[in-house]
């Protein structure tokens, strides 16, 4: 099964590692240095424009940022 993202990303739900909650999760330094590393090595990919909400941890190492909120991706991802 597939989850959509926002706009046109779309990621498999089997090589989904976490999604998070960006406001929550970032107060923590780890977190923080976690995403910094990842988009050094362009592993970040940004699905908007608007304000980001949450994040998608992937088992390739991919971060998708999104727009939606972490509940509207666990009803997608629990459908």
Do not use: W
């Amino acid at each position: 099964m597939f989850l959509h993202l926002g706009n046109d990303y779309i990621v498999n739900t089997k090589d989904i590692t976490g999604i998070f909650d960006i406001e929550k999760s970032s107060v923590s330094r780890d977190t923080r240095d976690f995403l910094n590393s990842a988009a050094k090595n362009n592993k970040v990919i940004s699905c908007s424009y608007e304000m980001p909400k949450s994040f998608i941890v992937c088992a390739d190492g991919r971060i998708y940022i999104s727009q939606l909120s972490c509940a509207t991706l666990m009803k997608r991802y629990l459908r």
